[in-house]
């Protein structure tokens, strides 16, 4: 089945610890992103790609660092310089690059818990 | 810059009563408008989309939107509720100059009742 594969889908952070959330796709899609929700907030934007070995910063990304070695994965490290880490983190991808028409596909999240 | 207002946070209504989610939008461009569903601890699900053809989308599940330039406007619409369509739903505008990122409403969380 194409799609957008994220894992873990729970995720438990002592303070301190920096944690990897991993997503995939294999949809060959060219664009992929993260993003943030926390309750009565929407979606923020944390890091997108537009293309392998190149990324941009989104509206949120103090605290966070990624990678896109491969078209297929975009790897998000939440460090310990994220002060409230705790939130619902999701991943997409789109087909084209930034066209406004393009819809992005989401995967099923990664719920991050700092104990 | 891009901006998306979802007028209400909660809606109520009743299994078989129609449905209005209210959604205003702000774009220096002419935009292209999204509507997304995401159930409970799931990802999103793409609903509609309106990109400058046709004014009146339909989409999945019996769900339609209106674009309305001069309101700046793109509100949800269905006939009929169904206990299935609770669920929190979300505007998305995208458009611009260069590369284009969603911009996301705060959400709306659709209430049936019996």
């Known amino acids: 089945d194409g799609g957008i594969t994220q894992s873990p889908k729970y995720l438990f952070r002592k303070e301190g610890q920096n944690v990897t959330l991993s997503c995939e796709q294999n949809?060959?899609?060219?664009?992929m992103y993260w993003y943030r929700q926390d309750p009565g907030q929407g979606l923020r934007l944390i890091y997108y790609?537009?293309?392998?070995?190149?990324?941009q910063k989104g509206d949120i990304a103090e605290g966070y660092s990624v990678s896109r070695e491969k078209k297929e994965s975009f790897p998000l490290t939440v460090t310990s310089a994220q002060k409230n880490p705790t939130a619902f983190y999701l991943c997409?991808?789109?087909?084209?690059?930034?066209?406004?028409?393009?819809?992005?596909?989401f995967g099923q999240g990664t719920r991050l818990t700092v104990v | 810059a891009q901006s998306v207002t979802q007028l209400d946070s909660h809606v109520s209504v009743s299994e078989g009563t129609p449905v209005l989610l209210r959604c205003n939008y702000s774009?220096?461009?002419?935009?292209?408008l999204f509507w997304y569903v995401q159930h409970p601890n799931k990802g999103l699900q793409l609903l509609l989309k309106?990109?400058?053809?046709?004014?009146l989308v339909k989409g999945i599940n019996g769900f339609e939107a209106e674009f309305k330039k001069s309101e700046t406007s793109f509100h949800l619409t269905k006939p009929s509720a169904h206990m299935s369509d609770a669920a929190e739903y979300f505007c998305?505008?995208?458009?611009?100059?260069?590369?284009?990122?969603?911009?996301f409403g705060k959400g709306t969380m659709l209430l049936v009742s019996p």
């Open positions: 309106y990109t400058s053809a046709a004014t």
């Open positions: 998305v505008v995208s458009g611009g100059s260069g590369y284009s990122t969603l911009t």
């Open positions: 790609s537009q293309i392998v070995n190149d990324f």
């Open positions: 774009s220096s461009y002419s935009p292209s």
């Open positions: 997409a991808s789109s087909i084209d690059r930034g066209q406004k028409n393009t819809e992005a596909f």
């Open positions: 949809l060959n899609h060219d664009a």
